[in-house]
């Protein structure tokens, strides 16, 4: 059964830095690319960043260009997401999703929440 | 890159069909094969429905069919349910980048 479970969500100032973890099982981890997709509170969903199976190529929405960093740890089956420079619009759920084919969102976590707020 | 267009609600009674308009440019929907459909519940993780227009995960009822004409995408429920109501959101992959996969705002279905 595929699991997909993030931490590391939290309350964080302006200007803050976090980071998301997502702890991956239940498939071939290193085989697969990786999202992060976000939802702000009562909004639609967000598409975040992408990696590669072997962490070689990223993307990135716009928005989050030069803030926000996406790795990735095949040993420890690990998805990460570095978030620095936060704004208060980068207050969401994080979700950390299965990329299997293009633009197939297989599987997702349960989320975690950030916050970024004084 | 904008938002794909979705109405906000959409609603149906216990077993009529109800179908859903997602809407993006010649850049996204309407040049790729590559549009998906996740269904919500509240409080909980979007599902994926529909892949690739029209095909179905292993697991979805065959209830739920995807069909594309130019920069339209459209999800149909037949045979509504009870549990059927929850948020649906379309997306489509849009190489302005290397890679970028844009959302719909989100349809909510209600079953009257």
């Known amino acids: 059964e595929v699991q997909l479970v993030e931490s590391g969500g939290a309350l964080v100032q302006p200007g803050g830095s976090l980071r998301l973890s997502c702890a991956a099982s239940g498939f071939r981890f290193s085989t697969y690319w990786m999202s992060w997709v976000r939802q702000a509170p009562g909004k639609g969903l967000e598409w975040v960043a992408n990696?590669?199976?072997?962490?070689?190529?990223?993307n990135y929405m716009d928005s989050v260009k030069g803030r926000f960093a996406i790795s990735r740890d095949n040993a420890k089956n690990s998805l990460y997401l570095q978030l620095s420079s936060l704004r208060a619009e980068d207050t969401a759920v994080y979700y950390c999703?299965?990329?299997?084919?293009?633009?197939?969102?297989?599987?997702w976590g349960q989320g975690t929440l950030v916050t970024v707020s004084s | 890159q904008s938002a794909l267009t979705q109405p906000p609600s959409a609603s149906g009674s216990p077993g009529q069909s109800v179908t859903i308009s997602c809407t993006g440019t010649?850049?996204?929907?309407?040049?790729?094969?590559?549009v998906s459909w996740y269904q919500q519940h509240p409080g909980k993780a979007p599902k994926l429905m529909i892949f690739e227009v029209s095909k179905r995960p292993s697991g979805v009822p065959d209830r739920f069919s995807g069909s594309k004409s130019g920069n339209t995408a459209s999800l149909t429920v037949s045979g509504l349910q009870a549990d059927d109501e929850a948020d649906y959101y379309c997306s489509s992959y849009a190489a302005s980048n290397d890679f970028e996969a844009i959302f719909g705002g989100g349809t909510k279905l209600t079953v009257l």
């Open positions: 999703v299965t990329n299997m084919a293009q633009n197939k969102f297989d599987y």
């Open positions: 010649s850049s996204d929907v309407g040049a790729y094969n590559y």
């Open positions: 990696i590669k199976p072997d962490g070689s190529h990223k």
